[in-house]
């Protein structure tokens, strides 16, 4: 006898980089696959006085049922960071969330119907898809340029759109920025109608050069839904991010995020309070950004070194992940097993697609948790695999079953 | 120009409990309206002790990504204290979630098509409403008597249910508990028919005289899904949870969850883990259920004493709550304000309804939180407004508008 499941649990499918992810507990297997921020980069001993001090002094509220918004003074840091970057925000439009991902749930739950159209990248950041695809929407994705992706929204699919969902800093998969033109672009385009902006942040930290431009929340007040999060900058196993957006939205998001898991952590949002309070972030951020930049530029000498010339890729500007186009004909899931046999695992490009055909010879790289030595380990023997099967983009099937 | 939402995001209202506990923080306001665990309960030495072993020997796999899941030796314990109760538990049938309520969230989302039939206790608990609400399910009530619901599934509604949400131990908001002769009953009645039975357990370690009968889950194996919390026994603001369902699924429920918000934080994850092995629960729950025992004394004494004869209440076994019943034609909604005023705060019956009419002149106490002083004086405040209310069941507009 077994029982009836709702016809939405047919969305809830294993990611595929999950299950990679699985992979990279074997012995000597190198990962480039997962976006898992470096543990070095974990403050530790600043989370461990944090701990104490909150303890010490708080337990009670640390311990007890708290606010579903969060609680006022975390709020306030994130509305007063914000507004340093140039967005009003207000302490009352923040809503503090269990990581970036539940902010993505939440707005699908508030936002999107079924056959409610949104907007996206191509590729865009297969947890998004994860998200919203329970809500029923048709995914649209966006034709792009070298600025990135473009804001027309001429096809009557477009302009019905619920929502854009864009990542506008070194955007997972691809390593991307879009333009401060093109922002303006975006912003024009949007202005007066009826379609939200989801600006999704989880990476504006970890520029490397010089900061990114500044946020498209910037330029519309009303109709922003801005993302953040702790987690590449603090530690994601924390669980803690972020959402700012219009009161009315704010309200719903609240309201919604009451019906799912009531609030997040009082223990979690004091003690990171407390370590943001105390100015971590001054040392931890050019910290991050070092390590991050050593690692990305390791990665680059080493794609110089060891792949064969089809192979292209961009040079990302911040973030963790550079993205590889292998030559038209290859396929990148199909090589995948050719990688593991050397121990190196990456994410085939095909996961961050959301509409259309995907091509099969894209692959994201990460930089973000593997040491300079084994980042150059792992490309070199991808750089092989490659190179032996530049003329058999077709797999031999005996291979994939190895 | 304003966004469009979703017609989902209707569902999403205010709890009139959370509006309430607003009122708490005004001076002088005795609350038994929430139902927050005593402050005076809350391990802070043990987890302060935690968090200094975890962070000193584990804070890699503390502060990075885990599994969706959760970690794999607190499914363990989750799974042993399970069997103790007769459950055949394993490991891998266990989720740890970020409290009971994500736990129901995740069952809606995997349970509940749009008109999916659920049954419920009448009046039941609160929070599981607005979890399953927004997945449009339609709610019937289920008739009782002394012993608890009845498994009367004969009205074609109940037939095609899609499943049954019961909370057998110390009901919220009634205090009573399914015999062990009606869980029979439940059990056979349900054997074999496609209707999931999700047994919601948070209060079942807070009993007074003995343990609650054996759970459901024990009888029913491979269809039942229970939910269970560490909110009462340790600390609600760490938000930790868990829910044992068939493989099949906690497959699903462990994708969706994915999904949600990726995972509970490794952190407190840990954290528990070590004052759980630590042995913790062993000195903790007598203790608590001893201090909650001497409050629910407190309020019945108190209540002996200041209600007039027309108000009628159960004694609880066990749990957080009284629920009073005024005389036929009063109005607990309506009589709220004049409480407040006395500075006493309750949750009047009505919130608590699924479907059908629901009574005006029940409300809910709740003993966890105030002393057995406070007991006294706010039961002694609602005596003297239920008495000099009786013959004024129809409030005079006035005074609410006070």
């Given at each position: 006898?077994?029982?009836?499941l709702?016809?939405?649990?047919?969305?809830?499918t294993?990611?595929?980089?999950?299950?990679?992810?699985?992979?990279?507990?074997?012995?000597?297997?190198i990962?480039?696959?997962?976006?898992?921020?470096a543990?070095?980069?974990?403050?530790?001993?600043?989370?461990?006085?944090?701990?104490?001090?909150?303890?010490?002094?708080?337990a009670?509220?640390?311990?007890?049922?708290?606010?579903?918004?969060?609680?006022a003074?975390?709020?306030?840091?994130?509305?007063?960071?914000?507004?340093?970057?140039?967005?009003?925000?207000?302490?009352?439009?923040?809503?503090?969330?269990?990581?970036?991902?539940?902010?993505?749930?939440?707005?699908?739950?508030?936002?999107?119907?079924?056959?409610?159209?949104?907007?996206?990248e191509?590729?865009?950041?297969?947890?998004?898809?994860?998200?919203?695809?329970?809500?029923g929407?048709?995914?649209?994705d966006?034709?792009?340029?070298?600025?990135?992706?473009?804001?027309?929204?001429?096809?009557p699919?477009?302009?019905?759109?619920?929502?854009?969902?864009?990542?506008?800093?070194?955007?997972?998969?691809?390593?991307?920025t879009?333009?401060a033109?093109?922002?303006?672009?975006?912003?024009?385009?949007?202005?007066?109608?009826?379609?939200?902006?989801?600006?999704?942040?989880?990476?504006?930290?970890l520029?490397?050069?010089?900061?990114?431009?500044?946020?498209?929340?910037?330029?519309?007040?009303?109709?922003?839904?801005?993302?953040?999060?702790?987690?590449?900058?603090?530690?994601?196993?924390?669980?803690?991010?972020?959402?700012?957006?219009p009161p009315?939205v704010?309200?719903?998001?609240?309201?919604?995020?009451?019906?799912?898991?009531?609030?997040?952590?009082?223990?979690?949002?004091?003690?990171?309070?407390?370590?943001?309070?105390?100015?971590?972030l001054?040392?931890?951020?050019?910290?991050?950004?070092?390590?991050?930049?050593?690692?990305?530029?390791?990665?680059?000498?080493?794609?110089?070194?060891?792949?064969?010339?089809?192979?292209?890729?961009?040079?990302?500007?911040?973030?963790m992940?550079i993205?590889?186009?292998?030559?038209?004909?290859?396929?990148?899931?199909?090589?995948?097993?050719?990688?593991?046999?050397?121990?190196?695992?990456?994410?085939?490009?095909?996961?961050?697609?959301?509409?259309?055909?995907?091509?099969?010879?894209?692959?994201?790289?990460?930089?973000?948790?593997?040491?300079?030595?084994?980042?150059?380990?792992?490309?070199?023997?991808?750089?092989?695999?490659?190179?032996?099967?530049?003329?058999?983009p077709?797999?031999?099937?005996s291979?994939?079953?190895?």
């Amino acid at each position: 006898m077994a029982l009836t499941l709702s016809q939405r649990s047919a969305h809830y499918t294993a990611s595929p980089i999950r299950e990679l992810l699985k992979l990279t507990d074997q012995p000597g297997m190198i990962s480039l696959a997962g976006g898992l921020p470096a543990p070095e980069s974990f403050p530790v001993q600043a989370l461990r006085a944090a701990c104490i001090d909150v303890l010490d002094t708080q337990a009670q509220g640390a311990l007890q049922y708290g606010p579903s918004e969060g609680i006022a003074p975390l709020r306030e840091w994130v509305a007063a960071q914000l507004r340093a970057q140039g967005v009003a925000a207000q302490a009352d439009e923040v809503l503090i969330t269990s990581g970036s991902q539940q902010g993505l749930d939440l707005v699908g739950r508030v936002l999107i119907d079924p056959g409610s159209t949104v907007l996206v990248e191509r590729p865009t950041y297969l947890g998004a898809l994860q998200a919203f695809a329970p809500y029923g929407p048709c995914f649209a994705d966006l034709d792009d340029d070298a600025q990135g992706a473009l804001p027309t929204l001429n096809a009557p699919a477009h302009r019905d759109a619920r929502m854009v969902y864009l990542q506008p800093n070194f955007r997972n998969p691809t390593g991307q920025t879009l333009t401060a033109a093109r922002r303006a672009q975006w912003a024009q385009a949007l202005r007066g109608r009826p379609i939200a902006l989801v600006e999704d942040n989880p990476y504006g930290d970890l520029w490397f050069d010089g900061p990114p431009p500044v946020p498209l929340a910037a330029q519309l007040p009303g109709q922003s839904i801005l993302l953040g999060t702790f987690s590449k900058m603090l530690s994601p196993g924390l669980r803690l991010g972020y959402v700012h957006a219009p009161p009315e939205v704010i309200a719903k998001l609240t309201l919604a995020r009451q019906a799912a898991d009531l609030q997040t952590s009082s223990l979690t949002q004091r003690l990171v309070l407390k370590v943001l309070e105390g100015g971590l972030l001054d040392a931890q951020l050019p910290r991050i950004r070092a390590l991050y930049r050593s690692q990305r530029d390791a990665m680059l000498a080493a794609l110089e070194r060891h792949m064969p010339s089809c192979v292209r890729w961009e040079t990302p500007q911040g973030g963790m992940f550079i993205w590889l186009s292998l030559p038209e004909g290859a396929d990148a899931t199909a090589l995948l097993p050719l990688a593991l046999q050397r121990k190196v695992v990456y994410v085939p490009g095909t996961a961050f697609y959301a509409a259309g055909t995907a091509p099969r010879n894209t692959l994201r790289l990460s930089y973000a948790t593997a040491t300079p030595e084994q980042i150059d380990t792992a490309i070199a023997h991808l750089g092989d695999v490659f190179s032996q099967n530049q003329t058999h983009p077709h797999h031999d099937p005996s291979v994939l079953a190895a």
